[in-house]
Structures are given as structure tokens and as C-alpha cells.
T-cell receptor, first 114, second 110 residues
Framework: DTGVSQNPRHKITKRGQNVTFRCDPI?????LYWYRQTLGQGPEFLTY????????KSRLLSDRFSAERPKGSFSTLEIQRTEQGDSAMYLC????????????FGSGTQLSVL | DAKTTQPPSMDCAEGRAANLPCNHS???????VYWYRQIHSQGPQYIIH???NNETNEMASLIITEDRKSSTLILPHATLRDTAVYYC???????????FGQGTRLTINP
């Protein structure tokens, strides 16, 4: 168990640029989640995959955001035309849909939009 | 998912037991109580969960009242490394997501 891996750890970009983050879940986990966290707040749910199918998207996920999990393994989260309000920590988590499934989180990608 | 209420912050002396309360008065019969914590600059970490019986693992104990409207997370011998934000979440088993509140910021003092 190597844990959930997220890359990059930090990303600084200029407003209007596109950014992409990657998440590698724990290998046997079939569920993958994306959360966003701003300073002083708890993580907010963005979207969730069961294998390669994206089953739920939050209203927070505007049309500038897109997430994929093409082969049911790693996932990418892309933000187009970034805005300063997109500055946050983006967290990925994975789980196995058996029992009371604990979620395992990565360390996140910290995005700063200048 | 039912809403939870936690104190925004607590302090505890190193070596003492830290008792973190959580109110979940609207919890449904099929909802579990989960606790996660988040140490600075890391993702949340699972601690423990329970339905109605008290639970204990290597990290903590979870005490759930008989009416299930509140619970307490106990860290029996707090260390400085237990300084973190602790989140109490109620959730149906195998539900698609966790819904986080603002949690309790626990500070362990030397």
C-alpha cells in the first residue's frame, strides 16, 4: 500500500491559464474522489468516480472544471481559464466499495492563481 | 447526511486524555459516525467509526450515547503529534461521499 499520490504538490499559475492535476489512487481501490479545500474550511466534495464512470458532480464543479478517470485507475482534474477564486488545496481520495469503506486521502495539490 | 456540531477549538495537555464532543441529533438509524483528522498540510486521515456500540482501535475510542444523538472521540494519551483538525461526520454506509464540516481544531500543549 503506497498510499494515494498527487502531483504536483504545488502549482502557481497566472489567471486565465489552464492547469491539470493528477491523482494515483491505491491500486485496488475502485472509487476515487476529488475535494477542494480553502483556508480554514473543511474539504468540499467536487466529484466521484466508480471505476471509470463519473457518478456524481457537485454544483461547485463549474463548466471550467473537468475530471477524468479513463481506465479506472489514475484520474486527472483540469481547470480551464483559472480564476483567483480557484486558489485552494485540491485533494484526492480513494476507497474500496466494500464494508464501511474508509477514504484514504492524498496530500493534495496546492493551487495558487496570481 | 445529518449535520454535526463540534466546538471550533479545544486545548489539551500532552499526556492527558483528549475528549472531543460531537452532536448529531438528527442522525438516522442507518447512519454511522465517522471521525477523521487533518494534520497541517496533509490530507484527512481516517480515525474510527461506529454505529451504536462503543469502538476502540489503536488510535482512539469512540463513545456513542444510547440515543445516538451525540458522541465523543477519546485520544487516551495525547501527544504533540495529535495537534490537528478533527472532523465528525455522519454517513450512510457505502454512501458516495463524506460531507465535512469545519471540525474542531485540537491543540496539544507541552
Amino acid at each position: 500500500d503506497t498510499g494515494v499520490s498527487q502531483n504536483p504538490r504545488h502549482k502557481i499559475t497566472k489567471r486565465g491559464q489552464n492547469v491539470t492535476f493528477r491523482c494515483d489512487p491505491i491500486s485496488e481501490h475502485n472509487r476515487l474522489y476529488w475535494y477542494r479545500q480553502t483556508l480554514g474550511q473543511g474539504p468540499e466534495f467536487l466529484t466521484y468516480f466508480q471505476n471509470e464512470a463519473q457518478l456524481e458532480k457537485s454544483r461547485l464543479l463549474s463548466d471550467r472544471f473537468s475530471a477524468e478517470r479513463p481506465k479506472g485507475s489514475f484520474s486527472t482534474l483540469e481547470i480551464q481559464r483559472t480564476e483567483q477564486g480557484d486558489s485552494a488545496m485540491y485533494l484526492c481520495a480513494s476507497s474500496w466499495d466494500r464494508g464501511n469503506e474508509k477514504l484514504f486521502f492524498g496530500s493534495g495539490t496546492q493551487l495558487s492563481v496570481l | 447526511d445529518a449535520k454535526t456540531t463540534q466546538p471550533p477549538s479545544m486545548d489539551c495537555a500532552e499526556g492527558r486524555a483528549a475528549n472531543l464532543p460531537c452532536n448529531h441529533s438528527t442522525i438516522s438509524g442507518n447512519e454511522y459516525v465517522y471521525w477523521y483528522r487533518q494534520i497541517h498540510s496533509q490530507g484527512p486521515q481516517y480515525i474510527i467509526h461506529g454505529l451504536k456500540n462503543n469502538e476502540t482501535n489503536e488510535m482512539a475510542s469512540l463513545i456513542i450515547t444510547e440515543d445516538r444523538k451525540s458522541s465523543t472521540l477519546i485520544l487516551p494519551h495525547a501527544t504533540l503529534r495529535d495537534t490537528a483538525v478533527y472532523y465528525c461526520i455522519v454517513r450512510v454506509a457505502r454512501a458516495q461521499k463524506l460531507v465535512f464540516g469545519q471540525g474542531t481544531r485540537l491543540t496539544i500543549n507541552p
